[in-house]
């Protein structure tokens, strides 16, 4: 089944919070009218620069038009070769890999009419606990905002949230003694989040100061990118289990090797696509560590791509962090993803389970700029200065 085109639509969705995104839609069209669809999610992170589309679809179809999709083996060697590991974990590179493993793997369960987790050995699970993100907050005029949407989400059977912390301890600390007011064990924190701003010292002093207002399952992310050593230190001294993103499968084993995590939080976003994460959660099996399943905040097509992976993870260990189609206004699929007791429901339609609405994807279709210009702190924190009230400083 010989590949023959694949087209790229960059789409802008806002956010429930304020800002908006962009993701590239991938379009695979194989022999005998097959299509697979695929994303490239929510290239709005920093570094600040965008992917020439034009180019890189050229490209695309310049390397794989011709070769049969069902040879997953070596066009994942050949897209590893031309679109290289970058080493963190918003790599461009990785986004590409992965709208292009999606695609394949939606074309090919559609041609075999099976679902996508069929293809990878069958489903171990029907549904997995997820949870909703409370993203950085920098001023006390963000926490009653936030407290809100809390109240929204748990209203919809979402009891279990994690919470980016670190930017203004202060303001961390306020805000946790006014969720644990309001809202006592009805609502759960599965992890508090450092995303690597913090060096280790200053995010176990941290914890310290937040440990007698509330409680979480994991830390995630408490010194800086590739800081093994600091990594480790914190990990020792921790009296919580320590998680990290996996960049590649040598970084999750150095993550390993080094004792520097408990659970390694696996994405195809970042490892680009669902071959890679499952090799990264069969080196956690190996080594008797955790596993859960990261994102950054993906549309239907990517979070249906996550449920599959989901479905089979034969380490599946704590709750996901795969909510956002419940984040976005809009989407580019005819009926989203089902959620329920705040658990993510694997679909079992053919490919990925979802059906792309193409005339929607047609008026969403938009040039890829940056949408936060150089407010380098929204980009950061996933809020807007409006949201934050400091004009963009």
């Excluded at 080493?87 to 986004?95: A, D, P, T």
């Excluded at 659970?263 to 956690?284: D, E, F, H, K, Q």
């Amino acid at each position: 089944m010989k590949i023959e085109r694949i087209n790229l639509f960059p789409v802008m969705i806002p956010r429930r919070t304020g800002i908006d995104n962009r993701h590239v839609i991938v379009r695979l069209d194989a022999q005998g009218d097959q299509v697979g669809w695929g994303e490239m999610s929510d290239l709005s992170h920093l570094p600040l620069y965008q992917m020439d589309l034009a180019n890189l679809e050229g490209a695309l179809n310049d390397l794989l038009v011709g070769r049969d999709a069902r040879d997953l083996s070596s066009i994942e060697q050949l897209m590893e070769r031309a679109y290289t590991v970058e080493g963190h974990k918003y790599s461009r590179s990785g986004l590409v890999r992965q709208g292009i493993d999606l695609a394949l793997h939606d074309l090919l369960a559609r041609r075999a009419g099976v679902p996508v987790y069929a293809l990878l050995g069958g489903a171990l699970r029907d549904r997995f606990k997820v949870c909703y993100p409370i993203f950085r907050m920098r001023s006390e005029a963000e926490i009653a905002p936030n407290l809100e949407r809390i109240a929204e989400m748990a209203g919809r059977g979402f009891d279990l949230i994690r919470v980016y912390v670190g930017a203004d301890v202060d303001v961390d600390i306020r805000f946790f003694e006014a969720f644990s007011e309001r809202f006592g064990g009805s609502v759960r924190i599965k992890s508090i989040d450092f995303s690597n701003l913090l060096d280790w010292r200053r995010s176990l002093a941290a914890t310290e100061r937040y440990v007698d207002l509330a409680d979480w399952m994991l830390i995630e992310s408490p010194a800086p990118e590739e800081d093994y050593e600091g990594l480790a230190e914190f990990r020792r001294r921790s009296r919580w289990p320590v998680s990290e993103h996996v960049n590649h499968l040598w970084h999750g084993w150095q993550l390993l090797r080094s004792g520097c995590v408990d659970i390694l939080n696996v994405s195809p976003y970042v490892l680009g696509g669902l071959r890679p994460c499952l090799r990264a959660i069969a080196l956690a099996e190996a080594a008797h560590a955790s596993v859960l399943i990261g994102t950054t905040q993906e549309l239907n097509l990517g979070t249906a791509a996550v449920a599959h992976l989901g479905a089979v993870a034969r380490v599946l260990d704590y709750p996901a962090d795969n909510t956002g189609p419940e984040l976005y206004t809009a989407d580019v699929v005819k009926e989203p993803l089902r959620y329920e007791d705040g658990h993510l429901l694997v679909p079992d339609g053919n490919g990925l389970g979802v059906e792309v609405d193409e005339a929607t994807l047609e008026q969403r279709r938009t040039s890829l700029v940056s949408t936060f210009g150089t407010d380098l702190v929204g980009m950061l924190d996933r809020t807007t200065a409006a949201e934050r009230g400091d004009g963009g400083n």
